[in-house]
Nanobody, 119 residues
Framework: QVQLVESGGGLVQAGGSLRISCAAS????????MGWYRQAPGKQRELVAT???????NYADSVKGRFTISRDDAKNTVYLQMNSLKPEDTAVYYC?????????????WGQGTQVTVSS
C-alpha cells in the first residue's frame, strides 16, 4: 500500500505555467512506474505522462513539448511541470503508482488536484 498526495493545482491563465507534485508515503523506487493522469468533466481519465524507475518518460501527444515529468527518489516525490497551458488542459490531475507483479498491474491513485486554465 502507498498513499499518494497531490498538491500544487490551481487557476492559471492560458499560456502560463504550473508545477504539481505527488508525495508518496513510501519509496517510489519500489514501483515500476509513476505517472500523471487527468480527467476533464464528462470525459474519461487519460494518461498524461509516465516515468519509469530508470527514468524513461512517456507523454501523451497533446502535452509533448509542453509538460515535463520528473522524479526525486530521495523525496519520494514526482512532479509535473506544465508550461504553455491551454484551456483544454483543465482537469483533475491524478498521481499514479504502478507495480507489475505476476504479469498484473497493481495501480495506486491519489485523490487528485484541480488544474483550471482560463482563456
Amino acid at each position: 500500500q502507498v498513499q499518494l498526495v497531490e498538491s500544487g493545482g490551481g487557476l492559471v491563465q492560458a499560456g502560463g505555467s504550473l508545477r504539481i507534485s505527488c508525495a508518496a508515503s513510501r519509496s517510489i523506487f519500489s514501483f515500476n512506474a509513476m505517472g500523471w493522469y487527468r480527467q476533464a468533466p464528462g470525459k474519461q481519465r487519460e494518461l498524461v505522462a509516465t516515468i519509469t524507475t530508470g527514468g524513461t518518460t512517456n507523454y501523451a501527444d497533446s502535452v509533448k513539448g509542453r509538460f515535463t515529468i520528473s522524479r526525486d527518489d530521495a523525496k519520494n516525490t514526482v512532479y509535473l511541470q506544465m508550461n504553455s497551458l491551454k484551456p483544454e488542459d483543465t482537469a483533475v490531475y491524478y498521481c499514479n503508482a504502478r507495480r507489475t507483479l505476476d504479469m498484473l498491474f497493481h495501480d495506486y491513485w491519489g485523490q487528485g488536484t484541480q488544474v483550471t486554465v482560463s482563456s
